[in-house]
């Protein structure tokens, strides 16, 4: 019922920042868990930042750690990903989730309904 969809991806250089959004329409997500994921070309998809309902506890993946923040502003619907210190390694497709009841927000099977996402491209 709740549609996700992606915003903010681009092409650029390592080093470059960006700022990803995820707008919720047709329901509600102020009271869940919200994800990141990226899946890169021929590889599995992977969660790489979590955010509790209230936005007080987070979860970052270790290949992206002290580079990336997760946000989230539940008045407007919407879930942010800050990405600075762009990496080659970092290009990938970006897409939101929404999180599950009974899971830890470091699980990734808590997650599900994914939106379409949306592409980073980074270069050397």
């Known amino acids: 019922q709740v549609q996700l969809v992606e915003s903010g991806g681009g092409l650029v250089q390592a080093g470059d920042s960006l700022r990803l959004s995820c707008q919720a329409s047709?329901?509600?997500?102020?009271?869940?868990?919200m994800g990141w994921f990226r899946q890169a070309t021929g590889k599995e998809r992977e969660l790489i930042a979590g955010i509790t309902w209230t936005g007080n506890s987070t979860y970052y993946a270790d290949s992206v750690k002290g580079r990336f923040t997760i946000a989230r502003d539940n008045s407007e619907e919407t879930v942010y990903l800050q990405m600075n210190s762009l990496k080659p390694g970092d290009t990938a497709t970006y897409s939101c989730a929404i999180g599950w009841p009974g899971y830890y927000y470091q699980d990734p099977r808590g997650y599900g309904n994914w939106g379409r996402g949306t592409q980073v491209t980074v270069s050397s």
């Open positions: 047709g329901g509600t997500i102020s009271s869940n868990t």
